[in-house]
């Protein structure tokens, strides 16, 4: 006798289930330029997928602690392009984006000059200064701080806040940062700036958030000494929930903007510091997220970093990490540092030019080159170098989908691939 099994009848899942398991799949895709364009070549379901603007804004959400070094932003100081903020690029293909692909030119030339404050969580804070004698009177639409998201081209203009002019500030010495708390929708700009007055010479702070448009009280802290100041060429690092500044003046400090208790700090640099060269050291996010700190040894080609310990009693003190032999990364062997010394005995050939925040990347000049260190890794990376940097230079993290070009099904004119 013969028996017939019935086929079992597996009834497909439903079309919303299937979409929301493969968007969950693609959510994964590595944050990388190239990665979305390339997967929407796969068939018509995943582009039409990768292509909605509400999976955009969740493959960003998702990655934003793991943002790629995309570059870093410049500014020009050549007279006639006064102030151009202009984009360099530093990943290799396919994922390299088109030189000068974030550009933004001067807008007021004739009434103010432009100051690159820092970049963090895909913004990019502008301070829009006024000439003390300007040629001409402000547009109405002229604000002095600007929020401009590259990715998207949103800028956010800003006035100062209220009661800002009351005081006599040294406005040359402002400088400030950039980040967003939560997700993507709002964003918060904080600013401090010394008083003119020598005497108990106080720094002030203000927060603005996005969500009312509005800005907080100011807060103060004493600073050290008189001629302590903002170093405005310095930007902050974030670490853990608070923010840092570097303070020059006859020595140097660092100043901490504590973001949930809204408390300025002095915290000292380590001592045998003092007295250096800002372009020789730069704040660190350290291991565990706290402060760090890297010092340049001009004359032996190697860096010093610290760490920032509290004790049980509150009682916080710098101690040596490591230190990284920066000579044997270049393969520099003795004779050769000596003639590097000597073709430049003031040793500007080495400067700390910038700290990429989430992927632990300090970029360094040298006179044989522009390098990018990775410093869990020791990786090292020479990246072109089109002039001297002048002032530090503004590594740009984010996650850039390059989706404006994924309904055309490839990956437009925003990134390079192979030939």
């Known amino acids: 006798m013969t028996s017939h099994r019935r086929p079992r009848s597996t009834a497909a899942p439903p079309p919303l289930e299937d979409e929301d398991l493969l968007a969950e799949v693609l959510l994964r895709l590595p944050p990388q330029p190239s990665s979305i364009p390339r997967a929407s070549l796969v068939c018509n379901p995943w582009r039409s997928l990768l292509s909605d ?25 050549v007279q006639g392009s006064f102030h151009d903020i202009y984009f360099i690029p530093t990943m290799d293909r396919p ?19 432009r100051r690159l404050v820092g970049c963090r969580d895909g913004l990019v804070l502008i301070l829009q200064l006024p000439w ?27 006035a100062f806040p209220q009661g800002f002019d009351d005081y006599k500030l040294l406005r040359w010495w402002i400088n400030g940062a950039v980040l967003r708390r939560d997700g993507l929708d709002h964003f918060q700009v904080i600013l401090i700036v010394p008083e003119e007055e020598k005497q108990n010479r106080r720094l002030l702070a203000w927060v603005y958030s996005s969500e009312t448009s509005e800005w907080g009280d100011p807060m103060s802290t004493l600073l050290p000494s008189w001629d302590f100041l903002s170093n405005p060429d310095k930007p902050a690092v974030l670490a853990g929930n608070s923010l840092y500044w570097i303070l020059v003046g006859s020595s140097s400090s660092i100043i901490e903007f504590d973001l949930d208790r809204e408390r300025l ?45 509290t004790d049980c009693d509150g009682v916080g003190s710098w101690v040596i990490s490591r230190i990284i032999e920066i000579d044997k990364l270049l393969s520099l062997n003795a004779e050769r540092k000596y003639q590097l010394l000597c073709m430049n005995p ?68 925003e990134v390079l691939h192979n030939a």
């Not at 402060?291 to 760490?307: H, S």
Request: positive net charge.
């Open 53 to 77: 603007p509400g999976f955009l804004r969740r493959f960003r959400l998702h990655h934003r602690r793991s943002a790629p070094l995309l570059g870093f932003f410049d500014i020009s100081h």
């Open 95 to 113: 994922d390299r984006l088109r030189d000068r692909r974030f550009y933004l030119p001067a807008t007021y030339p004739d009434y103010s000059y």
């Open 132 to 158: 003390r004698c300007p040629r001409r009177a402000p547009p109405a639409s002229w604000r002095p701080v600007l929020v401009w998201d590259p990715v998207s081209g949103d800028k956010h203009p800003i």
């Open 265 to 309: 700090a002095v915290i000292p640099v380590p001592r045998q510091l003092h007295m250096i060269h800002s372009s020789q050291y730069s704040i660190l996010r350290a291991d565990g997220d706290g402060l760090g700190f890297i010092f340049l040894l001009k004359w032996d080609y190697k860096a010093v970093l610290y760490n920032w310990n």
């Open 346 to 413: 003031n040793d500007e050939c080495t400067r700390m030019l910038g700290f990429a925040e989430k992927n632990n990347v300090i970029i360094l000049e040298t006179f044989i080159g522009l390098f990018m260190i990775e410093l869990g890794s020791l990786q090292l990376k020479e990246l072109p170098r089109t002039n001297w940097h002048k002032f530090d230079i503004h590594p740009f993290e984010s996650v850039y989908a390059a989706g404006t070009g994924i309904d055309a099904g490839h990956a437009g004119p």
